[in-house]
Nanobody
Framework: QVQLVESGGGLVQAGGSLRLSCVAS????????MGWYRQVQGKQRELVAT???????NYVDSVKGRFTVSRDNAKNTVYLQMNSLKPEDTAVYYC???????WGQGTQVTVSS
């Protein structure tokens, strides 16, 4: 079993920055791909970014150049640095671990215009 706990969400003005963290417990995440998804109420969950065990990253086009995903395997933690935030980034952000398909409980990000 893996437990994922996100933090770092909040309310920020457009153009601002937030850094999300996802701490894993129960098992090492070193060998798995980690990802960040987001969901707006009433819409499908959307992939935002992924990072492989080797550090290869992938982003949805709408966040490229603004968001950066990283991981610290020693801390069993993955991060999402979000810069130049836009109102359309408003969503609940979820952390995901591919081995076992584990999800966190989500953290709300709200960007005001």
């Amino acid at each position: 079993q893996v437990q994922l706990v996100e933090s770092g969400g909040g309310l920020v003005q457009a153009g601002g920055s937030l850094r999300l963290s996802c701490v894993a417990s129960g098992r090492s995440i070193s060998f798995g791909t980690m990802g960040w998804y987001r969901q707006v109420q009433g819409k499908q969950r959307e992939l935002v970014a992924t990072i492989t065990p080797g550090g290869n990253t992938n982003y949805v086009d709408s966040v490229k150049g603004r968001f950066t995903v990283s991981r610290d395997n020693a801390k069993n933690t993955v991060y999402l640095q979000m810069n130049s935030l836009k109102p359309e980034d408003t969503a609940v952000y979820y952390c995901w671990h591919n081995i076992g398909n584990y999800w966190g409980q989500g953290t709300q990000v709200t960007v005001s215009s």
